[in-house]
C-alpha cells in the first residue's frame, strides 16, 4: 500500500466549530507532516512529526492542534477558525532519514 | 525561511516541445525533489536527487542536482497533454532534514 489517505475530502464549517482532519498511511513511515496550500501557492508546511513526537511546528497558530496517535495516524483538530484559514491541507509521510515525501490528495477547507 | 527560487513561473508549449525549468537557492541543500501537481490533487513525486552532480531519468523526465548543490533542473521531453500541472522543486535546508521548501512552481500548459 503505497498511498496516503485523508478524510473528510471537503469540510465547510464556521468560525465557531470545532472539527478534525484525519490522515493514514500504511507504509510504515514515521515522519508524517501537515501543510496548508492556499491557491496558487505551494504548499507550507505547518507541522512535522518523527516517531510520533513533534518535532518541527511552524510558528502555526493555537486554534490549529495536531495529533498523532500512532504511526499510521496524524489528525489536525480545528477550532475557532477564521476564513483566511480557508485553503487544501495536505498530509504527508516519508522515512525519518528519507526526505521522500508522498502526499494525499488533501482536505479542501471552507470556513465561513 | 528558507527561499527557492522556481522559474519559469508559467510555460505555453505545443505538444512535442521539450521543457526546462529550474530552482536555485541561496544555500546548500542536501536534497532536491521535483513533484507535479494536478488540479484537485496532492503533489506527486517525480524525481529525487541527492548528490551533486546527479543526473536522473523517470521516462522523458530528467532532473539534475547542480555541482553547487543550490539548484536543480527539470527537463521534460516530447511533451504530451497528460504533462500539464505545476511543478514544484522543493527540498529541505542543510541544517534540518524534515523541515521541507517549497519553490513557488512552475505552471505547465501543452496545446496539442
Known amino acids: 500500500d503505497t498511498e496516503v489517505t485523508q478524510t473528510p475530502k471537503h469540510l465547510v464549517m464556521g468560525m465557531t466549530n470545532k472539527k478534525s482532519l484525519k490522515c493514514e498511511q500504511h507504509?510504515?513511515?514515521?515522519?508524517m507532516y501537515w501543510y496548508k496550500q492556499k491557491a496558487k501557492k505551494p504548499p507550507e508546511l505547518m507541522f512535522v512529526?518523527?516517531?510520533?513526537?513533534?518535532?518541527i511546528n511552524e510558528s502555526v497558530p493555537s486554534r490549529f492542534s495536531p495529533e498523532c496517535p500512532n504511526s499510521s495516524l496524524l489528525n489536525l483538530h480545528l477550532h475557532a477558525l477564521q476564513p483566511e484559514d480557508s485553503a487544501l491541507y495536505l498530509c504527508a509521510s516519508s522515512q525519518v532519514r528519507n526526505n521522500e515525501q508522498f502526499f494525499g490528495p488533501g482536505t479542501r477547507l471552507t470556513v465561513l | 525561511g528558507q527561499q527557492l527560487n522556481q522559474s519559469p513561473q508559467s510555460m505555453f508549449i505545443q505538444e512535442g516541445e521539450d521543457v526546462s525549468m529550474n530552482c536555485t537557492s541561496s544555500s546548500i541543500f542536501n536534497t532536491w525533489l521535483w513533484y507535479k501537481q494536478e488540479p484537485g490533487e496532492g503533489p506527486v513525486l517525480l524525481i529525487a536527487l541527492y548528490k551533486a552532480g546527479e543526473l536522473t531519468s523517470n521516462g522523458r523526465l530528467t532532473a539534475q542536482f547542480g555541482i553547487t548543490r543550490k539548484d536543480s533542473f527539470l527537463n521534460i521531453s516530447a511533451s504530451i497533454p497528460s504533462d500539464v500541472g505545476i511543478y514544484f522543486c522543493?527540498?529541505?535546508?542543510?541544517?534540518?532534514?524534515?523541515?521541507?521548501?517549497f519553490g513557488a512552481g512552475t505552471r505547465l500548459t501543452v496545446k496539442p
Open positions: 507504509m510504515g513511515h514515521r515522519a
Open positions: 512529526y518523527s516517531y510520533e513526537k513533534l518535532s
Open positions: 522543493a527540498g529541505p535546508p542543510l541544517y534540518n532534514n524534515n523541515d521541507m521548501r
